[in-house]
């Protein structure tokens, strides 16, 4: 089984449009993060949420929505897709704060035209 | 803020050979965490290793092993017998005790010639 899953793995849309991408994890872990790496492979936190609260925001556009339902999932809603938007977004987890080691998803490239 | 940082944009080493990939980070924490992750083309992120601040050990996990030198701020990873699976970017992150997120360099492509 899978222990950090996101859908979908590919995305290509057109600017302006709203777009979510979904995160599941098996692991009974009770923190979850968004990164974004970015087209030079850098990799950067987006958000992270500790039991379905927001702990990080790193400064991201309010176009970038998170929604975390339970402990087990945490998706993405982008509105108004931008060109910058363009990445590949991975989703992880880890059981906070006893355990630092965090595990990724396998990502979702997004690409906007 | 921590930054981390990895000098060697590329490397490459022969098969069955040993090579050393190297991180240095910046902190004013005395507790903290170290990671090197693994990126191969099918762009998994794998976690090859993790080193916590307050063990002197290096930490070793079958072929990888790590020089953790804190009074440096310095963390490498060694890679012994490299196969051709190795190849891979990879990369090295810092977490604080209880820091809730990852701090990446920039990576290291690694390829390894047969």
């Known amino acids: 089984d899978t222990a950090v899953s996101q859908t979908p793995k590919y995305l290509v849309t057109q600017m302006g449009n709203d777009k979510s991408i979904k995160c599941e994890q098996n692991?009974?872990?009770?923190?979850m993060y968004w990164y974004k790496q970015d087209s030079k492979k850098f990799l950067k936190i987006m958000f992270s949420?500790?039991?379905?609260?927001?702990?990080i925001n790193e400064t991201v556009p309010n176009r970038f929505s998170p929604k975390s339902p339970d402990k087990a999932h945490l998706n993405l809603h982008i509105n108004s897709l931008e060109l910058g938007d363009s990445a590949v977004y991975f989703c992880?987890?880890?059981?906070?704060?006893?355990?630092?080691?965090?595990?990724f998803g396998p990502g979702t490239r997004l690409l906007v035209l | 803020a921590q930054t981390v940082t990895q000098s060697q944009p590329e490397m490459s080493v022969q098969e069955a050979e040993t090579v050393t990939l190297s991180c240095t980070y910046d902190t004013s924490e005395s507790d903290y965490y170290l990671f090197w992750y693994k990126q191969p083309p099918s762009r998994q992120m794998i976690l090859v290793i993790r080193q916590e601040a307050y063990k002197q050990q290096n930490a070793t996990e079958n072929r990888f092993s790590v020089n953790f030198q804190k009074a440096a701020k310095s963390f490498s990873l060694k890679i012994s017998d490299s196969q051709l699976g190795d190849a891979a970017m990879y990369f090295c992150a810092f977490s604080m005790e209880y820091g809730n997120k990852l701090v990446f360099g920039a990576g290291t492509i690694l390829r390894v010639k047969s």
């Open positions: 992880a987890s880890s059981q906070y704060p006893r355990e630092e080691t965090q595990y």
């Open positions: 949420y500790n039991n379905k609260e927001l702990i």
């Open positions: 692991l009974g872990h009770d923190t």
